[in-house]
């Protein structure tokens, strides 16, 4: 089946801790996304990425770090600079950086 | 800037007609896309809207005013399983880009 996964579903960290969410699809999209979704939000983006080896910081990307070393894969490492780290984190691809989205199944991360 | 209005909630009855509003205002638009997304789940496609006019897909239809920074989605034959949240996402920046911004989105409630 091709799609996009996201592990774990639940996610729970101490305070100071780094956390790394990841995000693999194998529909062979070139672009990816991490948002994240906080309650009487919108969506809000953290980093993209156009293409294998390349991304870019979106509207919130402090506290945040990314890599893309492979087309399929696209981790989010939520630092302990990250002043308000719980939240429901959603990754999304598209066929190229011009077209529809799709969203994985998100991972919903708690720091205590 | 990027300013996206939708209403909070909205209650309708099964088998109904329900209409949610997205009003909008940026600079560069370059698409409008609804997606539905259950209680903690992922958002998922509904439509793309880039030119004025009415697009029709089974029970969903989506409706775009650029002059008026305004679109619509309209359900019809409203089910059970239509209780939700939608979201309208603006796409805006340099041609190209995809870069979507998101609303709130509108909890909708279907009751028998």
């Not at chain 2, 009003?23 to 958002?43: K, R």
């Not at chain 2, 998922?44 to 305004?70: A, P, Q």
């Not at chain 2, 309209?74 to 805006?92: F, G, I, N, P, T």
Request: proline share 4%.
């Amino acid at each position: 089946d091709g799609g996009i996964t996201q592990s774990p579903k639940y996610l729970f960290r101490k305070e100071g801790q780094n956390v790394t969410l990841s995000c693999e699809q194998n529909l062979n999209h070139d672009a990816m996304y991490w948002y994240r979704q906080d309650p009487g939000q919108g969506l809000r983006l953290i980093y993209y990425s156009q293409i294998v080896n390349d991304f870019q910081k979106g509207d919130i990307a402090e506290g945040y770090s990314v890599s893309r070393e492979k087309k399929e894969s696209f981790p989010l490492t939520v630092t302990s600079a990250q002043k308000n780290p719980t939240a429901f984190y959603l990754c999304a691809s598209s066929i190229n950086y011009q077209e529809t989205q799709y969203f994985g199944p998100g991972t919903r991360l708690l720091v205590l | 800037g990027q300013n996206i209005d939708q209403p909070t909630e909205m209650t309708a009855t099964e088998g109904a007609i329900v209409q949610i509003n997205c009003t909008y205002q940026t600079s560069g638009f370059n698409g409008l896309f609804w997606y539905q997304q259950h209680a903690g789940e992922a958002p998922t496609f509904l439509s793309y809207n880039v030119l004025d006019g009415l697009e029709e897909k089974g029970r969903f239809s989506s409706f775009l005013s650029r002059s008026k920074g305004y679109s619509y989605l309209l359900l019809k034959e409203l089910q059970m399983k239509d209780s939700a949240s939608y979201l309208c996402a603006v796409r805006s920046g340099p041609t190209g880009a995809n870069n979507l911004f998101f609303g709130t989105g509108t909890r909708l409630t279907v009751i028998p």
